[in-house]
């Protein structure tokens, strides 16, 4: 068995085949670090996978693969991955958003665990060995050609080249069909002059919605103000979902923004006005009827409906609370473009899920070709769901190809 690409899935898959008893498997990694990605993610602290136990939870949290994770999650979940780890040594813990680090809170330890595991098995690393073309010459029997002048043969393949070009090359060449990535997880720039005022605000519960090619996309979480748009959990998720159609409206649109979460214009404004009798002596900006809403936020709302911020509240016209009412349920902002990616970089895009197997993670056109990872149509949301699929989908293509290899690997499976 031969894997191309030493990242996550790739790791993954060749140490699950292994440990179902298939011999004689080679990674070949075009860089000098394997896992690279995996060292990096998570801010250096690897970002594993999200405590959310219910494979029909989870799956909400792939804009791309929603549907064809169900099966794969019923068979290998977050909490499969909790347990996978913990039976190679790395104990992993939840933090108060669900996300999931190794307990050592280090990259490193996953990096090792993966290694040791690897070792182990008896699994050989190429490094610095780009794989180029892989051929099939008869069934069971492959050519792989690298970039060095290597050329060997397998009886299965398992691409797991994540983004990179070459690996989209190569499942081309054998008819796949390639949807062309593109961004992912990305901030927003908007074009409110009010919102450099706020940078560093974050807020928790806010609403966010865009109208954008006749779909509505709306997502509730924790906004971020920047020094030039909108960022934080919420954006990122909303931008994985209407990735393509902001892509094809060349990332112009309109923001609307419920700075409340839920209420209504009218349960809003009802409140306005009797906090306005309460509090007819009281300064409209000191008196916040909302203390979610930061200082400078408030301000900068009052700002934005041309309001008087050195009037009472009493002095506080019935239009003044309508347009306030209207402000803090939906203002909107014209959006100037993308923003940089967020911590988690993926894209949108890869080989297309109807041909795949999703029970194997085998190639429906080519036999004994198995693909993982980032390389399929597959992105998550942030949160640790992107290695969640890695994990998955290597798992699924190990213990396929062991079976697929059949008798062969009978009575070989590696004790723990
Ligand atoms: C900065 C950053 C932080 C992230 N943090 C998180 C996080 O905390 N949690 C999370 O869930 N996700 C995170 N992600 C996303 C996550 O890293 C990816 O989803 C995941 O690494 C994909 O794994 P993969 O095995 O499919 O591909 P990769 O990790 O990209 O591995 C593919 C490997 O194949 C090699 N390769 C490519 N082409 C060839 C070839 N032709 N021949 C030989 N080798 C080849 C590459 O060098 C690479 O090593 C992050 C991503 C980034 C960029």
Avoid at 166 to 177: K, P
Wanted: proline share 4%; hydrophobic share 40%.
């Amino acid at each position: 068995m031969v894997v191309v690409g030493g990242g996550a899935s790739g790791y993954m898959g060749a140490i699950c085949a292994a440990e179902e008893g298939v011999s004689s498997i080679l990674i070949l990694e075009s860089t000098v670090k394997p896992l690279e990605k995996v060292r990096i993610s998570g801010g250096g602290r690897c970002n594993v996978t999200n405590a959310t136990w219910d494979p029909s939870d989870l799956v909400l949290n792939y804009p791309r693969g929603e549907k064809e994770l169900c099966g794969p999650f019923n068979s290998f979940s977050a909490i499969e991955t909790v347990d996978w780890f913990h039976n190679h040594g790395v104990q992993l813990i939840a933090e108060d958003d669900g996300r999931m680090f190794p307990v050592e809170n280090s990259s490193s330890s996953i990096i090792q665990c993966l290694v040791r595991a690897s070792k182990r098995a008896g699994i050989v690393l190429h490094n610095q060995t780009m794989v180029t073309r892989v051929k099939q010459i008869a069934a069971d029997d492959f050519l792989i050609y690298t970039r060095k002048g290597l050329v060997c043969h397998a009886r299965k393949i398992l691409l797991s080249t994540g983004g990179h070009p070459s690996g989209y090359r190569i499942a081309s060449a054998f008819g796949h069909t390639v949807i062309k990535p593109l961004p992912s997880l990305f901030t927003l720039n908007l074009d409110a002059p009010w919102i450099t005022k706020c940078s560093g605000i974050a807020v928790d519960n806010i609403l966010i919605k865009i109208k954008i090619s006749g779909k509505i996309f709306q997502h509730k979480g924790e906004l971020l103000i920047t020094h030039w748009g909108v960022s934080g959990p919420v954006v990122l998720k909303l931008t994985a979902f209407a990735a393509r159609e902001l892509k094809a409206n060349f990332y112009r649109s309109e923001l609307i923004v419920n700075w409340l979460g839920d209420p209504q214009i009218n349960q809003v404004k009802n409140l306005l006005i009797d906090f306005r009798s309460k509090y007819a002596r009281y300064s409209i900006a000191k008196k916040r009827p909302y203390l979610n809403l930061p200082r400078r936020l408030w301000l900068s709302i009052l700002e934005q409906i041309k309001c008087d911020s050195t009037i009472r509240w009493a002095e506080c016209s019935s239009k003044m609370i309508y347009l306030l009412s209207n402000a803090l349920v939906s203002s909107t902002y014209p959006i100037a473009g993308k923003g940089p990616f967020g911590e988690e970089f993926v894209c949108a895009g890869g080989v297309a899920l109807s041909e795949i197997h999703f029970a194997t993670m085998e190639s429906r056109l080519v036999k004994g070709l198995f693909l993982v990872g980032e390389l399929l149509n597959v992105d998550g949301v942030t949160g640790g769901f992107n290695f969640q699929h890695c994990w998955t989908s290597g798992w699924l293509a190990g213990k396929g190809i062991a079976r697929s290899l059949g008798d062969e690997t009978v009575g070989m499976k590696m004790d723990l």
